[in-house]
C-alpha cells in the first residue's frame, strides 16, 4: 500500500518558490534597513515558516492534515525561532501563545455549536487583532523590524481551521483563488464601492493624492498590494464577518438586510482603532464598504466575491492615495 506524503506536490512547489522569493526579499530588505544578517536570517525563518503555515489554508488536501495537536504544539515555533537567538524570548509570550491556541483550537470542542458561543468566538478572534494585544507578545528584536503580524497570521490561521474542521457553516465558500463568476462580481462592487467612497475620504481629508512613481512601479506596487490584502486581509475578515456573522444574524433574525446591517456596523467599530482611537471618519466609511462587500457576498454566494471587492477598494486607496 502506497504511504500518503506528509505534502502534497503543488504544495511542495509552492513553498520552494515562496522560500527562495522570500530570503532573497529579506536580504534586499535587510541591506536597505540596515539589519544586521544574523537578526534578519533567524527573523526571514520564523516568518517563511509561519507563511508556509498559512499558505497550507489554500490547499485541501492540507487543511484536513492539520490536527489539534500539531496546531497547538507549533504555535510557538515561530516565535522562538526568532527570539531566541535575538535575545528576546520571554517565557510568558511562549505561554501567552499557547494558551491562545489552544483556546481557539478548542472552542467548539468544548463549547459545542450554540448561537452564544458562536458569537463568543467572533469576540475572541477579534479582541487581539482590534486592541493590537500582539504587539506586545512578539517583541521586537530591533526597533525597525516588527514581527507582531506573526501573531495575527497565526490567529487567523487558527481560528479558520476551527470553523472549517469543527463548525463548517454552508454559504462560506472558502478557498484563496475565486472563479471566473466571483472575479466578475468582485470586480463590479469593488470598482463600484471605491467610486463611491474615494470621493467621501477625499471631502473629509481623510486620504490625498499620492505620488506617482511611474507605470511600471505603480503596477508592480498595485498587483503585490491586491495579493497581500485578497489573502491575508480581506479573506480573514470576510470569512469571519460576512461568511460568519452576517450568516448567523440572518439565521437569528430571519432578514437578511438586518443581517447585512448589523455586520457592516460591527464591521465598522473594528475600525475605530485605525489611525487613533476614536476615528469616526474611518469607522463611517468602513461600515459602508461593509455594506458593499456584504452585497458582494450575497450575490457572489460566499466569501471570495467579497474578498475581491475589498481588495480592489483597498488597492485603490493605497496606492493612488495617501
Known sequence: MKATPIMSRR?????SLLWTAGFIGAAVYSQQQ????SVAAWAALAVLLEVSFYVSLA??????RWGLGALIALAPAPYLIYSAPAGVFRVESMVAIWVGAAVVCGWFRWFG??????LLFLLLMAAPLVLKGFALVYDRPLPNLRLEFLGQLLWIRLGVLAVLQQRPERGIHFGFWPTGAEWRTGLIYGVAGAAAALPAAW?????????WKGALVTA???AGTFLGILWVVALSEEFF???LLQQWVEQLTGRAWVALGVTSVAFGAAHLGFRGFPNWEFAGLATAMGAVYGLAFRAGGGIRAAMVAHAVVVTVWRVGFR
Open 59 to 64: 490547499f485541501d488536501e492540507m487543511r484536513v
Open 11 to 15: 504544495y511542495l512547489i509552492t513553498l
Open 203 to 211: 471631502a473629509v481629508g481623510f486620504i490625498q493624492a499620492g505620488v
Open 241 to 243: 464577518f460576512r461568511g
Open 34 to 37: 540596515g539589519i544586521p544578517a
Open 220 to 222: 508592480g506596487v498595485a
Open 113 to 118: 455549536r450554540r448561537r452564544a458561543t458562536d
